[in-house]
């Protein structure tokens, strides 16, 4: 009987387990997750955020997370329909090896399917091709990269190559590479490329891969999940980054130089602290004026086209966020347009910037007609002439009266002097 009552308690507790997979969620992710990689970090996107950290500095080899950057610039600066044609670059085993789909210099295919090869297949060749497709020639790109880097505030981040193969001076950090993702996911086309599951593409060989398949598994495992990307060499070890979207939220996790496996479930674990940890509320709502500006002395609002949120840990209360206004124009306007972009607003959390929203003017306000300005200039330089001549009459005369003066006194001394005579 004991042991009936045991095994019966036993199945209760199994079955209340897989019908409420959540029972114990909240008590065990109010902790912070034990995240085996050596860099983590975890990003609200629509607040710009920090979540979680581990480590975000510490330099790391980005390993084929590096293809997120390659491919945003391939959508920024390529055009999909392109037809490509890679160069003899291909050749050149210390450029070009690892996962591959096995181009040739010669063949020919769209900047499409180079990017599905790229950001689903993780091929080292597409990412060589559309590198000196987009950028001419491979330096030039790599340039480009750390361009981009620089514009999004990834300051520790170096590229070398654009597929993410190991190289001396390659190195990002999980803030870096958490920046980097925010902006390149923020692209539709982009988004959409990331969270596709696989694609067919078009060959005119045979027995070479035609069906690209995301290497991202928790695209497979989470319907929440929608992205981005991850990667793998011996020095990067395990690397990912992911985005999740639920509730009218969406986070992107990023985990560099994990050891193994683990690196999915610490993913989730991140993301599940995220998602019970962390509150979301609406700042600013979309058409707060938070600024003015004079045109032709007079007032024009400046209004958000969209909210700024800020998260909140539950239950503490969080110091608000800052808003720095910077104008778009060194010099005072003489017109402005309705919805005109007139200046940004930096939204800070304490001293780190999380994001930058464009002011947009409520109102039209044109410039003086050109018959008025006209009008404005005659009558000053007629009033000016005016002047001037009074001026110049007041001075005649004045030299006139002299000289009458001069001439009377003169006329007084000699008449004086003949009557003494």
């Not at 065990?28 to 710009?48: F, M």
């Not at 690397?239 to 989730?268: H, N, W």
């Not at 017109?335 to 959390?349: I, K, N, P, T």
Request: aromatic share 8%.
């Amino acid at each position: 009987m004991l042991r009936f009552i045991t095994a019966f308690l036993l199945a209760v507790l199994m079955m209340v387990s897989i019908n409420n997979p959540t029972a114990f969620a909240v008590e065990t992710s109010s902790k912070e997750p034990q995240i085996l990689g050596e860099g983590a970090y975890l990003i609200d996107v629509l607040s710009g955020q920090t979540l979680y950290i581990k480590n975000p500095d510490k330099p790391l080899a980005p390993a084929s997370t590096t293809k997120i950057m390659t491919g945003l610039l391939a959508i920024e600066h390529g055009n999909l329909n392109d037809i490509v044609t890679p160069s003899s670059t291909l050749l050149n085993n210390k450029i070009v090896y690892g996962t591959q789909i096995y181009l040739e210099p010669g063949e020919k295919m769209p900047l499409e399917d180079l990017l599905y090869a790229l950001l689903l297949n993780s091929a080292n060749d597409a990412a060589v091709v559309i590198a000196e497709h987009v950028g001419s020639d491979l330096q030039t790109f790599v340039e480009m990269m750390n361009q981009r880097a620089h514009e999004i505030g990834a300051n520790r981040t170096t590229f070398v190559n654009p597929s993410g193969l190991t190289e001396t001076g390659q190195v990002t950090t999980a803030h870096d590479l958490a920046l980097i993702a925010r902006v390149a996911y923020q692209n539709p086309t982009f988004a959409e490329f990331v969270r596709t599951k696989s694609q067919a593409i078009s060959r005119l060989k045979t027995d070479i891969p035609t069906l690209m398949v995301n290497e991202n598994k928790l695209l497979w495992r989470d319907s929440a999940v929608d992205g981005i990307k991850p990667g793998y060499t011996a020095a990067a070890q395990n690397c990912l980054v992911a985005s999740v979207s639920k509730d009218g939220r969406q986070f992107i996790g990023v985990i560099l130089k994990s050891p193994g496996p683990e690196i999915y479930t610490d993913m989730q674990a991140m993301f599940e602290f995220g998602f019970t940890q962390f509150k979301q509320t609406i700042f600013k709502p979309s058409g707060s004026i938070i600024s003015t500006v004079s045109v032709n002395n007079e007032l024009v609002n400046l209004i958000i086209d969209r909210p700024i949120y800020m998260t909140q840990k539950i239950d503490e209360q969080s110091t608000a966020l800052k808003l720095q206004v910077k104008p778009a124009y060194s010099s005072p306007l003489s017109s402005v347009q309705e919805g005109q972009v007139v200046a940004h607003v930096e939204v800070l959390d304490g001293t780190t910037l999380v994001s930058t929203l464009p002011l947009l003017s409520t109102r039209t306000i044109l410039s003086p007609p050109l018959t008025s300005n006209v009008r404005t200039k005659y009558l000053s330089w007629t009033t000016g002439l005016i002047f001037l001549g009074v001026v110049f009459a007041l001075l005649i005369s004045q030299k006139l009266l002299a000289d009458w003066r001069w001439r009377r006194q003169m006329r007084l001394i000699r008449k004086k002097y003949t009557l003494i005579k």
